[in-house]
Structures are given as structure tokens and as C-alpha cells.
């Protein structure tokens, strides 16, 4: 069993990331570019002492740009993140949005208003590059799992085996009595004469045919 166990170990590899699969430029630069008019027009208040007078000015002249905050603390508004203000009240991040005073709030209550004092900040557009750096790595374990996907395609290609990749369950009947209609999906269905092998998320599934 040794032997087995130590011949399964050898050809593994400790990775199968390449340098280019960590971070997706091109969506990061795409994301960025998008807002990309919004955050240079918030770079106005990078250095303003009076943090509620210089919001005040920008809403006045384009309330829309306050829109794009969510992303300065790592946030996204299509996740419709909620927090709890100093009355136990929950709101979604982007409700604090809809006025000059509760931007304001935002900007204090998140510490955004010393770091923009401080100009701890220079600007925000290449600030933001960097926060979808970080959010992008959030997306590695999809990526790891697409390019694990085609690496095992490729031996399956090399050695002949018949195949059939992303196969919802609704495919086997006998799974979906098992298990219910999750409308989930196997990475790769193997077909033999006898049997036909299901794999997903290190989960083998066996139905005879």
C-alpha cells in the first residue's frame, strides 16, 4: 500500500498555477476604466480640511460621482453589502450615497476622511487599480478550478479516453433522486462500456449503464 500510496505522490505537483493565472490585468484595467471618470473627479477632495464642506461642493456639481465609494473599502455594490450604523439600524453600503451628509458619514465612519486629510491617498484611480488587484484574487479558486478542468481534458485528449465536460446533474436521474435537482454540474463525465464516472470537487460518482 506504501509503494501505491508513493507512486500516486510522485508525478503530483505542488502547483498547477502559471505567473499569469494570479491576477487578471485585463479585468482589473476593464473595472477600472469604468469609474474611471468618477474617481478623478473624487480626487477632489483628496487634501480638503473641511471634508463636509467639500462634499457638499461636489454633490452639488455631480452627485453620481459618490456612487463609486463602495469600491474604496473593498466593496462591490452589486453585493449589496449592509452595515450596522450607532443605532443598531442595518443599511446597505450604497444607502449612504443618497445625500451629502450621509457621504459625509460614510467617509468618516469608514476613516476615509483622515486618510484623504492626510493624503495617505495621492490618487484614486491608481488606488483603485490596487483594490481590484486584491478583490481579483478573490477569483484565483475559479481560475484554479478552470485550468485544473483543462489539464485533466488534456490527459483524457492524450490518452483517448471518451469524455463529456460540464454535465449538469439533471443527467443522471438516479443522482438527482439521491442527491435533489441542485442544477449543479460534474466537471467531467468518463464513459466505459460498463460504466460511466462522474467527477466533481474531488466527489466520484459511479452509474452503471
Given at each position: 500500500m506504501t509503494d501505491r500510496f508513493n507512486d500516486?505522490?510522485?508525478?503530483?505537483?505542488?502547483?498547477?498555477?502559471?505567473?499569469?493565472?494570479?491576477?487578471?490585468?485585463?479585468k482589473v484595467a476593464a473595472n477600472v476604466d469604468s469609474i474611471a471618470i468618477k474617481l478623478n473627479q473624487l480626487n477632489y477632495l483628496i487634501?480638503?480640511?473641511?471634508?463636509?464642506?467639500?462634499?457638499?461642493?461636489?454633490?452639488?456639481?455631480?452627485?453620481?460621482?459618490?456612487?463609486?465609494?463602495?469600491?474604496?473599502?473593498a466593496v462591490r455594490t452589486k453585493d449589496k453589502k449592509k452595515a450596522i450604523d450607532e443605532n443598531g439600524d442595518t443599511l446597505l453600503v450604497s444607502?449612504?450615497?443618497?445625500?451629502?451628509?450621509?457621504?459625509?458619514?460614510f467617509l468618516n465612519d469608514t476613516g476615509l476622511t483622515e486618510v484623504f486629510q492626510k493624503?495617505?491617498?495621492?490618487?484614486?484611480?491608481?488606488y483603485v487599480f490596487g483594490v481590484e488587484v486584491g478583490l481579483d484574487?478573490?477569483?484565483r479558486k475559479?481560475?484554479?478550478?478552470?485550468?485544473?478542468?483543462?489539464?485533466?481534458?488534456?490527459?483524457?485528449?492524450?490518452?483517448?479516453?471518451?469524455y463529456e465536460q460540464e454535465v449538469y446533474y439533471t443527467e443522471f436521474p438516479e443522482i438527482v433522486k439521491a442527491l435533489g435537482a441542485d442544477n449543479k454540474r460534474f466537471d467531467f463525465v468518463v464513459k466505459t462500456k460498463e460504466k460511466n464516472l462522474s467527477y466533481r470537487s474531488k466527489l466520484l460518482y459511479?452509474?452503471?449503464v
Open positions: 500516486f505522490m510522485k508525478p503530483l505537483k505542488e502547483t498547477h498555477f502559471s505567473l499569469k493565472d494570479y491576477v487578471d490585468f485585463p487634501g480638503q480640511e473641511d471634508m463636509a464642506k467639500a462634499v457638499a461642493l461636489l454633490w452639488e456639481e455631480n452627485p453620481k460621482v459618490f456612487s463609486v465609494l463602495d469600491i474604496l473599502i444607502d449612504y450615497f443618497s445625500s451629502p451628509e450621509l457621504v459625509t458619514k493624503k495617505q491617498i495621492k490618487n484614486l484611480v491608481d484574487s478573490n477569483a475559479n481560475r484554479g478550478g478552470h485550468i485544473m478542468e483543462d489539464l485533466v481534458a488534456n490527459i483524457f485528449d492524450k490518452h483517448g479516453i471518451s459511479r452509474r452503471r
